[in-house]
C-alpha cells in the first residue's frame, strides 16, 4: 500500500514524493505516541485503582476500630457517670447522718 501511494507520488515529481514520505513519517511516529500514551494511561488507571481500592480498605479498618474506640470510650463514661452519682449518693447519705448527730459541728463549718 505505502509502496504503490509511494510510486503514485514520485510520478507527479520529487517534491510531492518528499513531501509523502515526510507526511508518512510524522504520521507513523504520532500514530505510535498516541498509542504509546494510551497504553501508559492504561497502566496509570490501574495503578491508581488499585492504590484507591487499597486505601479504601484501610479507611475502612481505620473506621472500623475508630468506631469500636467511640463505643468503648460511651461504655467508660457510662460507667464514669454510674460511679460519680454513686458518690453523690452516698456523700449525700454521710451529710444526712452527720446533720443528724451533729447538728452543732454541720452548723459551724457551714456557715
Given amino acids: 500500500m505505502t509502496e504503490?501511494?509511494?510510486s503514485e507520488l514520485s510520478k507527479l515529481g520529487i517534491v510531492f514524493a518528499l513531501l509523502g514520505w515526510i507526511s508518512y513519517t510524522l504520521w507513523k511516529r504520532f500514530d505510535a505516541r498516541v498509542k504509546?500514551?494510551?497504553?501508559?494511561?492504561r497502566?496509570?488507571?490501574?495503578?491508581?485503582?488499585?492504590?484507591?481500592?487499597d486505601t479504601r480498605g484501610?479507611?475502612?479498618e481505620i473506621l472500623h476500630e475508630s468506631t469500636m474506640v467511640m463505643q468503648e470510650i460511651k461504655s467508660q463514661a457510662?460507667?464514669?457517670?454510674?460511679?460519680m452519682a454513686r458518690c453523690d449518693n452516698v456523700m449525700e447519705c454521710l451529710t444526712q447522718e452527720i446533720k443528724?448527730?451533729?447538728p452543732d459541728f454541720v452548723n459551724k463549718h457551714h456557715s
Wanted: proline share 0%; aromatic share 10%; no cysteine.
Fill in 4 to 6: 504503490q501511494l509511494f
Fill in 36 to 41: 504509546q500514551n494510551e497504553q501508559e494511561l
Fill in 43 to 53: 497502566e496509570l488507571r490501574i495503578r491508581y485503582d488499585k492504590e484507591i481500592f
Fill in 58 to 60: 484501610e479507611l475502612k
Fill in 78 to 83: 457510662k460507667a464514669t457517670n454510674t460511679i
Fill in 100 to 102: 443528724k448527730v451533729k
